[in-house]
């Protein structure tokens, strides 16, 4: 049972590491936007660039996202962190639970 409140401390800990991490870092400035760029609007979708040849530029949407289409990217980021930490608990704590083996058998126990 001890076992198994470590792996779940464990992955707690790896999501508020992910979660700090992403809160620290994921908020740096990104580059300059050129002074020919136009702004995007819902009333106009920007025209397609042209593409070099063998490339193509599909737009996925011609309108801004939607409250719910959001939430459900948030909620899908959310699981993403979870399973992940999760995850890297269980590995870490298989891993281990492999070198107590190896150091308790290479120890005559």
């Known amino acids: 049972m001890l076992g198994y409140l470590v792996v779940l401390l464990i992955a707690g800990g790896v999501g508020w590491a992910v979660y700090w991490l992403t809160l620290r870092w994921g908020s740096r400035p990104g580059p300059a936007v ?43 980021l959310a699981i993403a962190v979870a399973v ?17 083996r190896m150091l308790q058998s290479g120890a005559g126990g």
Do not use: H, M
Request: glycine share 12%.
């Open 34 to 76: 050129p002074p020919d760029v136009v702004e995007w609007s819902d009333a106009t979708p920007p025209a397609p660039p042209d593409a070099p040849l063998g490339g193509a530029y599909l737009s996925g949407t011609a309108t801004r996202p939607s409250w719910q289409t959001r939430l459900s990217g948030v909620l899908g």
């Open 84 to 100: 992940a930490a999760v995850g890297s608990a269980f590995a870490l704590y298989t891993v281990g639970r492999l070198i107590a």
